[in-house]
Every structure is written in C-alpha cells, then in structure tokens.
DNA sequence: TTGAAAGCGTTACCAA
DNA sequence: TTGGTAACGCTTTCAA
C-alpha cells in the first residue's frame, strides 16, 4: 500500500495545492519509485507501465518540484554574479557597454555549461544571498577588500574574480593585459606621430585603469615624454566629456588622446569639434570602448576593445572546470586585447563627412514611405 | 543520543565534506532542535546553550544548506528574466539601453522585495529552466505566442509581462502608453513649426513599436498629413543611421524627424549634419532612446524616454503582491512615458556648439597633470 | 528549557 | 519488472 499522508497547509495560501509524486502514483496505482523510474526514462520498465506512469502525470499536470530534486542532486546548477565597480554612484554598472556586454556573455556562456546566472546587489552583504544555493559565484571588477568577494570565500563557495584574488583555495582569476594593451595604443599612435600622447581616465580603483595608467606612466619615461593625465572622478558621459574638454584645453595641448575613460565615441569628437580640433589631422583619438557606435561615428573611432566576451568566456570556463572536477586548486588567465584601428588615429586619414558622402552614391532600395492618404 | 547516519557520498567528489547541522549538534552535545533554534533565534533557549551553539557553529564553519532550507520554505525566492526581443540576430538585447536599464532596474526592485533574479536565456525551451526553483517569472517583450510565455503559463509559475497576456490567470502585464507618448511628441514638433513629420521605425512585431505607428498613421490622418515612415530592418546602429539617411533624403524631405528606432543620439546628428542638414535650424530631432549620451550631444537631444525603471517597477510589484497574497487574479498597468525637450527640437534653438563655448568659460580647477618626470 | 520525530518531495538502493 | 524504504539537510510540532 503506498502511504496517504494528510497534507498540512503551510505559509502561502496556495492557490492549487501542487500535484506530487504520490499523487500521480497513487492515481495510477502505482509506486513512488515506478513514476519516478517512467518519467525520468531510468529503470527497468515495461513500457506498458511507463506509458500509463507518463500519460497519468501528463493528465494531472504533474511538474516535479525543483527544489526537491536539487537536494537530492546536492547543486543548483546556479552561479551568483555581482559587480564590484561603482558601488554607489547613480546609475548602475549597467550603464556601461564593457559590463552589459560582459554580463551578457557571462550568462550566455554559463547557460551553455549548464547553469544559470543569478543576479546579486552590489555591494550588498553576504547575508543577502546566503539563503540562496549557489553552487559558485563570479564578482566583476571587485573593490579592495570587497565584502562580496570575502563571503563566498569564507563560504567555501568557488569563485572567479580578477586577479587579486589569485592563489587563494577556490578562486580563479581573469584579467585584461592592461601592460601590453596600452603599449600597443601608445605605440600605435607614436607610429602616427603622435608626440604628446594625453590620457583621460577614471579616477577608481579598479584593476584595469591602475594597471593602465601605471604603463603608461611607464611608457612615458622610456620615451622622456610628459605624462598628460586627466582624471574623470564620475561615472557618465557629461564628466567624462568635461574630462577631455580639460585636457585638451591644456597649456601644452596634446595631438593626442587615449581615452581610457568609456565614455561615448561620437560624444568625444563632438568635444574636439567644439574645440576646433579637426579628428585625425590636429589629434589622434583611441578609445578604450566597446560603444558600437564608434564604428559608426564620423570620422570612425579607433577602439581599443577590453574583450569582455573573451573575458566572460574564460572566467566561466575556469569556474565551471574547477567545478566538474572538484578542484579546489586557484587558476587564472590573462587576456589579450584588441586594437580596432579606424580613420580617427590614422594621421592622412580622411576627415569628416567623406564617409558618409561615398555611403549617399550607393542609397539602398529598401526605402519604404507609406503612400499619401 | 543523536543519531550518527554514515555519510554516503555521491555525484561530485566532494573535497571538504561539509558541516551539517548534525555535525554541530554532535560536536556541542545538543540536538539538532536546540542548535537550529539557536541559529536561528527561535525557540526559548538558555542564553548559555545558545552561546554555545552558536560558538560551535562558528567554529566548524558551518553553512546552513540553502536547498535544504528552501524544501522546508516552500520557495524559493527566485524570479526567471528573459527578454523575448531580438531572438536571432547578432548582439543581444544587451546592446539595447532600454533593455540595460530595464534589466537592472528589475534586478533592483526584484532584490529589494526580497527576490533575485535568475537569467535565462532568449528563446529558450521551457525545458531548460524546469529545473530552476523559480517562484514566478517575467518575460520583457514576448515574441507572438512566445515559447517561454506558454511554458511559464503551463507551468502555472506567475508571470510578469507585456499587455498580451492580459487577463490569464495567474499572468500580469505593464506596458507603455504608445498612443499618448506619440501624440505627445507629434504635437510637440507641430507646435515647434514642423509640417513634415519623419519617422524612422525597427522592423519588429513588438507591441509598442507596432502601437506607436497605428498612433502615428491616426494623428497624421487626422492632420491631413502624409505618413512619412522609413523602417529600420536590422538592430544596431549601422542599420538606423542608413534609415536615417534614406529618410532625410526623401523626395520629400522631412523638416522633422522622430527616432522610434533606438540609435545613439550623436550618431544621428552625425547623419543630419553629413546631409547638409542643421539641427534644429532645418530639422527638429526627439529621439525615442534611454542613452545619456543624448543630454551631452551637441546640441542636447530631445528624447522620448520609455521609462524602463518604471515599467520595471510596475511589473516586479505587480508580481510579487500577486506572490505575497497568493493570487491568481490578473492584473497590470499602463506607463506614462516621459518627453525631455532639449534644444534639437526647438525651433530658434541654439546651434551646435554654443553650450561648449560657454561651457569652457567656467574651465574647472580639477585639472591633474603630473609634472614632467 | 530541551529533544525526538515527523515531515518537505525527490531519487537510489536493494529486496521481492 | 516492481516497490518499500532510506536518505538529502533542514525546521517545527509536540511531548518530556
């Protein structure tokens, strides 16, 4: 005889009291272990039984509670994802193409792995996602000493970050070559020449922008230039613009300028323009930016792309690695970034407008206008 | 005594074999019983028992087992996202600001009702997320008869959505008010002196696109005007800056143009300009766009903004009081848009470049360059 | 004040 | 081939 345990309503009013393994057996005169056998096309059944199991779930609309099957499986298949950056300025990190992009590719890729993505607050504190089964977790661009970050460590829970948590039991690490990446922008325009080379920045701790600002410093003594460095001290379009009209309104006015600061690329030759400065042939520009709208932009920008699907992949990838294996042992990679040269660092480039006047020759037929009425 | 069960492990090696509640108990001689109440600050306990339990716990490291806890809770707090926009094409909806914005603000409001939210993937099948202890679920533009929509429905997990789930049980919607924003903006440009009105559309099936060019093909008609509509057949900005153009080089060249395509807002002054075109001299330009780029360009763009923040908010506590009360009563709600008039669409606006000039009057102090090394 | 035992809904082992 | 029973780890009722 199966067991017929009266059902002792708790919390939530339910609507519909939800459709159990018991019921659909008992229903089909069956047993727990037979249904579960049918449905999950495991055990040794007579497909008779098996039919008889699957057509009686299908008709009480029988779903198996995932809640209870994750205990039994002992993982969620769930990994938490935060953003360290910006912990309290207006306007998310979303606001930001590197980190939409980021965000985006991380999930797609843990999807492809088999887990799924759960969004944390920023800056919130580990009890926030304690009650939540997370199998590992991912913290983007975390801050010094981030709360996050010390949580899922001391929770034994694994973790990909950047690389100041490289070495400790559980984490892995990906990061930008930030070295490599500015010498290729620096060299780049140099080759251009450019001879006074200034740098917008943001004026955060992050990973990245210390790494690159400290090459670039670096690159500027080799070649006895002056280091030109306007910081941006917020997020956004509106400083970041005031960033560049300041440095380029400087005493000894660059020819030009790295903007490593993300801000919009057609935004910042509008700035130049305002200035008088014709992009290429009175300044260089390269932007740090995974803004489209660069290709786009007139003269197109010259980008430097900090890869972030890349980044996402590799993060993930080590993530789940170490996950399948059990591995507690640290990993990390470091990932190469990627120079889109384009008309606006190129000295003889073609200057404004010259794009789009070739673009006009060649006016699709697609155009569609409705017909007067 | 307490019962000591051998510990059979299985599925993934396990490097540290966790500490379970027994483990605790055991090690400070008390019951399972006494230290969860301990834990959890329930139950009349001796503050000595407590202490200890508390002490022991801390000492062993131990994690309550969030799965285990969410069997006994009957949920999960966990809400699925997914965009139903976009499902092929290149980039995904992340490229979009309206579904950045939207994205994190659902995150935001989610979290802070005590939910969090769990990614998934476009155009998935609903396999793919039985697994997931999901409570509900909220779909951001559904394709027509959208897989993830029937699924969640079928699967009697509350869902979140467009207007066209309206009045299924268990189902709530928020959507934007498309009639009202483009009267709005139409009679905004006819004040403004506009007589011919352009509008430059993506190819979607999505409800308020669709919406909002029956309301303009009415107001026209009304009007006594002619429909003046260009569509845009790919997502991004290449695409909408070639409609731009094939729009503005009409027979009948529009002296107003209204951007229901979401581009970047200099991108397409970049196109008027190309064209020979002054904004707002010769053309009035409103933006249907999120992007904060629009308030820096030059001049600053009037937009359209879609209250992604809004809806998101609309639609999470549309939700989650339907979660709470455990109804099944549909319900939803209209948003209000929002017009931001800035000098592109006022006539005997100011021309590019005047907000810079003066803008460089007041040169802030902030300005950092390193001295020559 | 403390603890044994009964669930929560599922899957896996092993006996029939 | 089928089914009883024992976990998974926790909370909670109820009895001591």
Chains 1, 2 share one sequence.
Not at 149 to 169: C, K, Q, T, Y
Not at 200 to 226: I, K, N
Not at 345 to 371: D, F, I, K, N
Request: glycine letters at 8%; proline letters at 9%.
């Amino acid at each position: 005889m199966t067991e017929t345990p009266p059902r002792r309503d708790h919390g939530v009013p339910a609507a519909v009291p939800r459709v159990r393994l018991v019921d659909v057996a008992r229903e089909a005169g069956l047993s727990k272990t037979t249904v579960s056998a049918a449905l999950n096309g495991t055990g040794r059944l007579s497909p008779a039984v098996r039919e008889r199991a699957r057509e009686v779930a299908r008709r009480l609309g029988y779903r198996p509670n995932p809640t209870a099957r994750l205990l039994r499986a002992g993982h969620a298949r769930l990994i938490g994802y935060a953003v360290g950056e910006y912990p309290t300025g207006p306007g998310s990190y979303m606001d930001s193409p590197y980190f939409t992009q980021l965000t985006s590719a991380i999930a797609t890729t843990a999807l492809r792995h088999g887990y799924a993505l759960v969004l944390l607050p920023t800056g919130s504190s580990p009890d926030e996602w304690a009650d939540l089964p997370l199998d590992a977790a991912i913290v983007a661009d975390p801050l010094a000493d981030d709360p996050l970050v010390e949580g899922f460590i001391a929770a034994r829970i694994p973790l990909s970050s950047d690389r100041s948590v490289e070495g400790r039991s559980g984490t892995h690490w990906v990061d930008v070559d930030a070295e490599a990446a500015v010498r290729e922008v620096l060299d780049h325009l140099r080759a251009q020449g450019a001879r006074r080379i200034a740098v917008v920045a943001p004026d955060t701790p992050t990973s990245f922008y210390t790494a690159a600002l400290d090459a670039y410093r670096r690159w500027c003594a080799e070649q006895g230039a002056t280091p030109l460095v306007t910081l941006s001290t917020r997020p956004g379009n509106g400083p970041a613009v005031e960033a560049v009209e300041r440095s380029l309104t400087t005493p000894d006015r660059p020819d030009a300028l790295f903007m490593l600061t993300e801000a919009n690329p057609p935004l910042v030759l509008d700035a130049a323009r305002r200035l008088g400065l014709s992009v290429p042939a009175d300044l260089l520009l390269v932007c740090a930016s995974e803004d489209t709208s660069a290709a786009h932009a007139d003269p197109p920008v010259t980008t430097l792309s900090l890869q972030p699907v890349s980044v996402a992949e590799k993060g993930v990838e080590l993530l789940v690695a170490a996950l399948e294996s059990g591995s507690l042992e640290p990993t990390g990679a470091l990932v190469r970034t990627r120079l889109e040269i384009r008309t606006s660092s190129e000295r003889g480039g073609e200057p404004a407008g010259g794009a789009a006047l070739r673009r006009r020759g060649r006016q699709e037929a697609e155009y569609t206008s409705a017909p007067p009425t």
